[in-house]
């Protein structure tokens, strides 16, 4: 497998990661440099560790997985979205205010965004592949998108304001949605 295929695995996989930092950015939820780091660095963390467990787990456990990721991924990114979308539409000060960027909140995102990643290593398993390799520039490359979406997500927030919280819940919706549409119908 050549640097250019591996480019393109790795932009493909880094779509996802790429849309829900820019949809947290534009929500406000990346106001400080920690917020930033921390989005970036563990969408590419995650990025980098799922197509090793793939690789690691082999040819077994792929019917597995396939049977439900899509689900998971779903329903995670369903979960986080409302959750998004409700706080959007509170007009008080104390709406509900989870940063994306910790805790279970960013463990769910960053396994929801990387399940296909998973499913790759278990692919670059089955063609012999030296999963090290395309690992770290999956990882670099989702770093890197991660922090450039979070750049236009913020730009977005300072125009739009609170409304980019529903609009940004309402990506996540689709982006789950999407995940769905392409299990089914693709």
């Known amino acids: 497998m050549g640097i250019v295929d591996v480019i393109v695995i790795a932009v493909g996989l880094a779509m996802d990661a790429a849309a829900v930092c820019r949809a947290a950015a534009a929500s406000g939820f990346a106001k400080d440099g920690r917020a930033v780091f921390r989005l970036a660095f563990h969408f590419g963390l ?3 560790i799922m197509p090793v467990i793939g690789w690691f787990l082999g040819v077994g456990f792929v019917s597995y997985i396939k049977a439900f990721d899509h689900w998971v991924a779903f329903g995670l990114l369903l979960f986080v979205g409302g959750r998004m979308i409700f706080s959007g539409m509170d007009s008080s000060d104390n709406a509900i205010k989870k940063d994306p960027s910790r805790g279970m909140t960013m463990v769910m995102l960053s396994i929801a965004t990387s399940i296909d990643a998973l499913a790759i290593g278990l692919t670059l398993a089955m063609l012999g592949v030296n999963i090290w390799y395309p690992s770290v520039i999956i990882g670099v490359i989702t770093g890197g998108m991660s922090l ?3 750049g236009i997500g913020k730009r977005l927030g300072v125009l739009f ?3 980019m ?3 940004g819940g309402l990506i996540l919706i ?4 999407r995940i769905l549409f392409f299990e089914f119908f693709v």
Do not use: T, W
């Open 174 to 177: 689709f982006i789950g949605s």
């Open 148 to 150: 450039l979406a979070i």
């Open 46 to 48: 995650f990025q980098f």
């Open 165 to 167: 919280e529903i609009v």
């Open 161 to 163: 304001g609170k409304r």
